[in-house]
């Protein structure tokens, strides 16, 4: 067998295939922490509450009103994306203008108490969602056996997120997003309707954690506690990006998802440190972060 | 200085109030500190306290003409706050009982409070074995399984089955370690291999990588030697990548509550070991069917253990006179155990209460003919053979020459 470093090739690209899977979901994640970020200048603590609202929603809407796959998949993320914009409206605008700390807290604060209260409602041990039937099978890619549903999650997960990039960056409603917060007033002078423009904002960075949530309902059990670990990773995943660079998120998340992978083979007890060991050394070495400009 | 006085004053009068609440002689105290809101919060937590207020209505709510009182906590999985709360509680709360639920690190931590306050703690969620070989005290009863029964169960019965090398999937810390050692010196014992293990953090978020290296490894069995959210994960993905058409799974530690997670078209055919199932006898099947209206669930074996060892303990005292930790602690080494959870149990020196554990196999979907009909029994263990021979590892109970 052709070994690179000892390893064995299947091995690795196998672990590339993983690898990017898991990095699917960062980049996803993290992409809507950073659109929020960058926009709005909200350290968004929720997102792995919202994340789990997502899976929930898939869950209870099979459960209780039959709605398949396909179409939670549009309607999870598009009803707790509204949750999204109710709770900028009534909680989250109120802290604008004062010290990152305190939207760093509400968030937070609103993340225990969705997780608390599904936790109560729902238990500690999670629920089952089945792989929808159209993407059941698995392909042998030669060097290892890949569930469709993996690849699925990859390609769906690279469309949405580059999409995302392409909204902002170079399409005019982009535009008047990153007018919005290089000058808000300004921008409302030529009779745009800020306000609303942020609070979709926030509904949408918020419908995409919920997309990776209804995502990964067929992978892991659904439970209140699935958001928390990765939410903190995620976080990570961000700051090594480039706090607020979109393309910076999606392109870190990725990489992450390999590194870590990687790691799962070389030494796995670090599998979930060495995140944040690429962090400090970062933040060491260009503190704006891989993609950052500020 | 007015003012100070008056603090002083007020801060005497509560002590005061504590110390009197600890003389108290009028109560019996009961305290329960488990995860009540983290990943084995399922396993026993708020339905194991549901179970503990069964077993003290059922024992007519007061022994020796006193009241019976529970005190209930969350460790949050963290071995200071639960010894701290055992501590504060035997000090200021008169606590006559602490039953300790999940988490092996929290109960080893516990364990110690015990001996130093001299209080009988009973061990339910807990499995590393320590907790009656190294780490073990005079107050302290093993009572529901523990690392080496599970191991004895579903090793010794997989390895029977034709799985002669396991590689394993290990949970990174004292628990997962203390099961995969058992297990590996089962497998070997019956003339099994042992091909590798991958530890794995606890509470990863994705399990394939370490699933694929237990796939490359050629072995037989997957020993899964992890448990809660992280056994149903890694389980669920084994059978995403087509893992376990080459290679047996098998559950070290498993709750019906798990099965009950993935759904017996993911579970079947998988070997566990359990020290309790409520579909055996008309007894098990009567307090499942109370336990269910009370809590819409089966109770685990932890949760229906925790009801047992309630009413043993409440019986010894009743027996003894005294709540007096020496004297109740005599009485229940000396007396046999029969209720619905174990059939002529005994508590040994060093602790463990000996009882039949079953080695169940997680029924097909087509076999299973009413919810929570899960397991077949594959094999009833004598107690003996499940917790085995005393080591000798614990200073209290010298090995059998």
Same mark, same amino acid.
């Given at each position: ?20 899977? %898991? ?172 306000? $609303? ?98 | ?75 949050? %999985? ?100 203390? $099961?995969? %050692? ?39 069995? $997957? ?72 809590? %819409? ?105």
């Amino acid at each position: 067998m052709t070994t690179v470093f000892g390893i064995p090739v299947a091995v690795i690209l196998g672990q590339l295939t993983l690898g990017l899977v %898991n990095g699917s979901f960062y980049a996803m994640l993290s992409l809507g922490l950073a659109v929020i970020f960058g926009l709005m200048r909200v350290v968004n603590f929720a997102h792995g509450a919202f994340y789990t609202l997502g899976a929930f929603a898939a869950l209870l809407g099979l459960q209780w009103l039959g709605i398949n796959y396909w179409a939670s998949l549009v309607l999870a993320p598009v009803a707790v994306g509204l949750v999204g914009i109710v709770v900028e409206r009534l909680l989250l605008r109120r802290v604008y203008g004062l010290d990152p700390l305190y939207g760093l807290l509400l968030t937070f604060g609103l993340a225990l108490i969705c997780e608390g209260s599904l936790h109560q409602v729902f238990g500690a041990s999670g629920q089952s969602y089945p792989v929808p039937p159209a993407l059941a099978g698995a392909v042998n890619l030669g060097f290892m056996f890949l569930p469709l549903y993996r690849a699925w999650v990859i390609a769906i997960s690279l469309v949405v997120c580059f999409s995302t990039w392409f909204v902002i960056e170079r399409t005019r409603l982009g535009a008047t997003l990153r007018a919005a917060t290089e000058n808000a007033p300004l921008l409302q002078a030529f009779g745009v309707n800020v306000p $609303l423009l942020v609070a979709a904002t926030y509904g949408g960075g918020v419908a995409l954690a919920a997309l990776a949530g209804v995502l990964a309902s067929p992978i892991v059990l659904v439970n209140a506690h699935m958001g928390s670990s990765l939410v903190i990773v995620v976080f990570a995943v961000v700051v090594i990006g480039g706090m607020g660079s979109i393309f910076g998120s999606i392109v870190s998340g990725l990489v992450l998802g390999v590194v870590e992978g990687f790691t799962k083979v070389i030494y796995p007890e670090a599998s979930n440190v060495v995140v944040f060991l690429i962090m400090a050394l970062v933040l060491v070495l260009r503190p704006t972060g891989l993609f950052g400009r500020e | 200085m007015k003012l100070r006085m008056l603090t002083l004053a007020a801060l005497a009068g509560l002590v005061a109030a504590a110390g009197g609440q600890a003389l108290a002689a009028d109560e019996v105290v009961i305290g329960d500190i488990d995860d009540m809101s983290g990943v084995y919060a399922d396993v026993e937590g708020a339905a194991g306290v549901e179970a503990i207020r069964m077993a003290i209505a059922d024992f007519g709510g007061t022994v020796l003409g006193r009241k019976i009182t529970l005190l209930t906590a969350d460790h949050q %999985n963290k071995p200071d706050i639960g010894a701290a709360k055992f501590r504060e509680w035997a000090d200021q709360n008169g606590l006559n009982l602490l039953l300790g639920g999940s988490n092996s690190g929290v109960n080893i931590a516990m364990s110690k409070v015990a001996s130093a306050k001299k209080v009988p703690f009973f061990v339910i969620g807990a499995a590393g074995a320590s907790l009656t070989n190294e780490d073990c005290t005079a107050y302290t009863v093993h009572y529901v399984y523990d690392t080496t029964s599970l191991a004895n169960g579903t090793a010794t019965a997989m390895v029977a089955a034709g799985g002669k090398t396991w590689f394993y999937l290990t949970a990174d810390y004292a628990f997962g370690t203390q $099961l995969q %050692n058992a297990a590996s010196k089962v497998v070997e014992a019956h003339g099994g291999k042992n091909l590798g293990a991958v530890r794995v953090p606890l509470g990863a978020a994705d399990f394939s990588s370490f699933l694929l290296q237990a796939q490359a490894s050629g072995a037989q069995v $997957l020993g899964l030697s992890n448990a809660g959210t992280d056994f149903s994960n890694s389980l669920k993905a084994a059978n995403e990548f087509g893992i376990t058409k080459t290679m047996k799974p098998a559950a070290l530690l498993a709750f019906d509550t798990d099965i009950n997670s993935l759904g017996l078209q993911t579970a079947q055919g998988l070997t566990l070991t359990t020290g309790f199932y409520w579909d055996l006898t008309p007894e098990t099947r009567a307090f499942g069917k109370r336990f269910f209206a009370k809590i %819409n669930r089966m109770p685990t074996m932890d949760q229906a253990g925790v009801y047992s060892a309630t009413l043993t303990y409440l019986k010894a005292v009743k027996a003894a006179g005294t709540t007096d930790a020496d004297k109740v602690m005599a009485e229940l080494k000396k007396t046999r155990i029969n209720d619905m959870f174990a059939k002529d149990g005994y508590i040994r020196a060093d602790g463990v209460m000996v009882h039949e554990m079953y080695v169940m196999q997680v029924k097909t979907p087509q076999e299973s003919k009413y919810p929570w009909d899960f397991y077949k029994v594959v094999k009833r263990m004598p107690g003996e053979e499940a917790f085995g021979p005393i080591t000798g590892l614990c200073p209290l109970a010298p090995a059998p020459k």
